[in-house]
Structures are given as structure tokens and as C-alpha cells.
């Protein structure tokens, strides 16, 4: 069986698996992944999960075979944890106080490392993208350039080089020619909060070894509803004319962070949920970088990950991933996971607050409407946006699918009107059972499980001139639970779920975040 807290070993080299079944001759690339690997380092552990310190590791497809190898993202935070033999770089969920063998001066100093907290660069969330660069990211300040072949941790980067950024996204998106578009937190610069998308240009010539990421540039702000306590958000969504982001009322106290050290409590105890309070959605028009006028809000929610966003006939729509509360963290909590293992049908677990794949549509123009009316015109959807007598438009979802997670589309599509998004299932618990193919048309769902296996985030690989949506694969990276049995990366036919191959890995595969797959000839 898993064990959560248990270190990982790395394997720097690459090693071919064991392939069962055959590869499409058309898939040739390598997956990367990253995700926590080291739990404790001498007598100090990690309290939760996504703290753990950061772990690639990468599938590389190439004429039928299959390799793997694994690096850890030997950061600034790895480094010092290392050097100290404890930890010593505090974590979202686990603050790190000095050895008590340390003199006054040593513990002073680390106390005003916490007052101003400069945040960590384990970037463990995700591998992104800028330019023809390859980062690990997570959702501080600083994201730190990989080589995607060998896993080697190259450049460190500090957006707040660039913008007055605390906070930024790990998961941006890309246009056509290659731009990318992100979004972080602007936390009292200039006596303000805000949310600022950003830009960070594709790079025109190859030939320029310059990292785009100088390059970046704000394209807009909002202005954040309250001064001390931004909203929390993973992602955001974009499509050819707008920008889409959900303001909820899961939010950052400011203050609280500020004086967490020295209260003896973690950053994200700081965190908290109102629910008495509404979710503002904000729509931003790309061409003239401000915010539309309608204003549009639904109920209190938590949002983590955006599935897609289109327009159709004078509408938005876009999917989200969303909670009824902030219950998802505490899943992740390591004697919580541990005890889910020991006691997996125990009444004394935390709730856990399964969540639904939902639809919200926001009409384009509200003019010559009365209070009370339906705005949305679309058919194909329940959907609705009802004027209010203060003119703002209360939205109200159709649930698309329930006990979903970890949204994957075929990215051509991103921002364009879809159909199949590919999920992991995570019905009775917030570790994955399953792969799911969900039609947004028809609601038709299919499944791949198998017995004691748990897959990571469902990625699409499109075959190469396909015209059909969903002519490609799936690659997933699976933890075999089975006695004596290997993990391996799964190879689904996109169209019909049903196995295509297996690579069986001579290494314990860990349970992983994000990815980013490369073509073989980028």
C-alpha cells in the first residue's frame, strides 16, 4: 500500500520500462511531471502533503519504447533543508522554526525572515511553459527553469523582478502564437490589492537565448474586493476576447500571515472560507483591458481548477471544478491521508466535500431586460443569469458531472466551444480511482479503473492532423497498489477509454500534481 509520508529515491538516470500492448508510431515526446517526494528530513516533517519538497519525474516516448527517470528540483529550499539536516524553509502548511540548540541571534533573525516572508522556491505544483523555456512552478513569487530531458534545476526566477507580484498562478494559458497569459496577486503595492493577468511573449527567434520571462508585461488588474484579504484561485480562464476570474470568498488574511510566526501557526491557517459571503466573477475584455460593466456573482464556492471557457451567440460560458467548501486542503493533511489508508471506511475522517464539474453561462449585453428575467438564450444548457433590481446578474450552474477532479481538454479547443474533458474521479475520497471521459453535449460518461490502482491528471495528446476532437490518446502516470506490482504510464485511446499500452517502470512511481507533455520535435 502508498505510504504518503514515506521519502522518495530519485533516479537520475533514465530506465526503459516494460511496454505491454503497442504505441501509436505517431507518439513521440515526453511527459514531465512534479510532485512532493520528500516528507521529513532528519527529526522535522512536513504536516501536509503539498508541502513536500518537489520531485520530477518524466516519461520519455520515443519509436515505440519507453523510459523514465526522476530528479528532485534541487532549489534554494532543498538546498537549505539539506545543508541544515531539518527544515528550515517554511511551507504553506508547515512553519519552520529554528533548531532550539540554535543561539538568539540565529532564532531573531529567522523570526524576521517570517515577519516579511520570503517564500519558498519549491516549486512542486507544476511544469509550465515560456517561451521555449520549461519551468517547475507552484504559487509563490519564484519558479525555477528545468531542463526538461535531464530533470536538472537550472535559473531561479523572481516575478517581483518584473511586477509587483506576491502570488502567481501555476496554471497559465497560451494563444496561438505562443504567448502565454498568467495571473498573480499584487499585495499593497501602492497602498493596493489586486489581481493582475500577465503576459510573457512567445520569442520570435530561436536563435535568442534570452529568457522571455524579462519580457513580461501586465496586461490588466482588478481591483480586489477587500485591501487585506485577497481571494485564493489556481487558475483562471481566457478565451479569444475575454478573460474569465472567480473571485470567491475563500480568502488570504494578510495580517494574519504576517504575525503567523510568531503566533506559532502555519500560513495556511490564515486561510478561511465565508460562506455567508457571494462569488464575484469577473469578465475582462482582452481588447480594451477593462472589466465589462455587467457585474455577475453566484453563491460562495471554492474553485481550484477551470476546464474551459467559449463564447457562443452572445454569451461565456465556462466549466470549473468547484466545492461547496475549503474541505479539499484538510484531505491532503498527512495524518489524515494516513489515516484514510489504516481506517479507510472509519466515521472519524474529515468531511470531505466531493466536487462537481459546473457550467455558468454570463450574458454578453443585459439591456432592455426586466428585474427577474432569464438572460441566458442558449438551449443546450440549464444555465441561468437572472437580472437583479441593483442590475447585477445572480448565475446559477448546471452541474455537468459530479466527483470529478484534475480537468484535461485537447488544447486546441482551449477557448473554443468543446465537448470532451478528460477527469480523474474522485467521488468517495480526494485520491483519483479512475480515468473519466465526460460529453458535455450529452453527458455520457466513460470510465478506465482498475483494482488498487490511483491515476494522476488525465493528459490528451491530439494525433497529429487529427480533425476529430477526441482522436489522440490519454497518458496517465498510475500508482499499482497491487503486492508486489509496478506503477506504470497508461496509454488510453482518447475515443473510447479502453487500454492501448502500458509502460511498466523499474522504480516506485509517487503520486504526483501536474505535467506538461513535449512533442519530439519541440
Request: glycine share 6%; hydrophobic share 35%.
Amino acid at each position: 500500500m502508498y505510504v504518503y509520508d514515506q521519502n522518495k529515491e530519485e533516479q537520475p538516470e533514465p530506465v526503459e520500462a516494460d511496454v505491454t500492448g503497442t504505441l501509436p508510431d505517431w507518439l513521440q515526446g515526453t511527459l514531465v511531471r512534479v510532485g512532493p517526494g520528500i516528507f521529513s528530513v532528519g527529526e522535522t516533517s512536513y504536516n501536509h502533503w503539498f508541502d513536500g519538497m518537489a520531485l520530477m519525474h518524466s516519461f520519455t516516448i520515443k519509436n515505440g519504447g519507453v523510459s523514465h527517470r526522476s530528479r528532485y528540483l534541487r532549489g534554494d529550499t532543498y538546498k537549505a533543508n539539506m545543508e541544515a539536516k531539518r527544515i528550515v524553509v517554511s511551507e504553506m502548511g508547515t512553519m519552520a522554526f529554528p533548531d532550539p540548540r540554535k543561539n538568539i541571534f540565529s532564532k531573531f533573525i529567522t523570526f524576521l525572515n517570517h515577519a516579511v516572508p520570503d517564500f519558498t522556491d519549491n516549486c512542486v505544483a507544476n511544469i509550465i511553459k515560456y517561451g521555449n523555456d520549461y519551468y517547475a512552478t507552484s504559487e509563490t513569487n519564484y519558479i525555477r527553469k528545468i531542463n526538461p530531458e535531464t530533470l536538472e534545476t537550472l535559473d531561479k526566477v523572481d516575478y517581483l523582478k518584473y511586477l509587483p507580484l506576491s502570488l502567481v498562478s501555476s496554471h497559465p494559458h497560451y494563444d496561438k502564437e505562443g504567448n502565454a497569459y498568467n495571473m498573480g496577486t499584487s499585495i499593497g503595492d501602492k497602498a493596493k490589492t489586486k489581481y493582475v493577468i500577465l503576459k510573457v511573449p512567445a520569442g520570435t527567434n530561436a536563435a535568442d537565448t534570452t529568457p522571455v520571462v524579462k519580457n513580461m508585461e501586465a496586461v490588466c488588474s482588478i481591483p480586489s474586493r477587500t485591501l487585506l484579504s485577497p481571494s485564493y484561485y489556481h487558475s483562471f480562464g481566457m478565451t479569444d476576447n475575454y478573460f474569465i476570474f472567480i473571485e470567491q470568498p475563500f480568502k488570504i488574511d494578510i495580517l494574519k500571515m504576517a504575525t503567523a510566526y510568531v503566533r506559532g501557526v502555519n500560513w495556511a491557517s490564515c486561510l478561511k472560507f465565508n460562506p455567508e459571503e457571494n462569488t464575484l466573477i469577473h469578465l475582462i475584455d482582452r481588447k480594451s483591458k477593462k472589466e465589462v460593466l455587467t457585474k455577475y456573482y453566484t453563491g460562495a464556492m471554492v474553485v481550484y481548477h477551470h476546464v474551459n471557457a467559449f463564447e457562443d451567440d452572445g454569451h461565456v460560458v465556462f466549466d470549473v471544478i468547484a466545492y461547496e467548501d475549503n474541505s479539499l486542503y484538510d484531505m491532503f493533511l498527512i495524518d489524515e491521508l494516513k489515516q484514510r489508508v489504516k481506517n479507510p471506511g472509519s466515521s472519524s475522517h474529515k468531511p470531505y466535500s466531493s466536487p462537481k464539474c459546473k457550467r455558468f453561462v454570463l450574458p454578453l449585453t443585459d439591456k432592455a431586460s426586466e428585474i427577474g428575467e432569464d438572460l441566458v438564450k442558449l438551449k443546450y444548457t440549464t444555465a441561468s443569469a437572472v437580472k437583479e433590481k441593483d442590475g447585477k446578474l445572480l448565475c446559477q450552474p448546471e452541474v455537468l458531472c459530479g466527483g470529478v477532479e484534475l480537468p484535461r481538454i485537447n488544447y486546441d479547443y482551449n477557448g473554443k466551444k468543446h465537448r470532451f474533458v478528460y477527469l480523474t474521479g474522485v467521488e468517495m475520497s480526494a485520491v483519483a480511482t479512475k480515468i473519466i471521459k465526460l460529453d458535455v453535449e450529452t453527458k455520457e460518461v466513460q470510465e478506465w479503473t482498475a483494482e488498487n490502482c490511483w491515476p494522476s491528471e488525465a493528459v490528451f495528446i491530439a494525433r497529429p492532423n487529427a480533425v476529430e476532437e477526441d482522436d489522440g490518446v490519454v497518458l496517465t502516470s498510475v500508482i499499482n497498489n497491487e503486492e508486489g506490482e509496478q506503477g506504470f504510464l497508461l496509454v488510453l485511446d482518447a475515443k473510447t477509454l479502453k487500454e492501448i499500452a502500458r509502460a511498466h517502470v523499474k522504480a516506485a512511481l509517487h503520486m504526483d500534481m501536474h505535467g506538461h507533455f513535449i512533442p519530439q520535435s519541440s
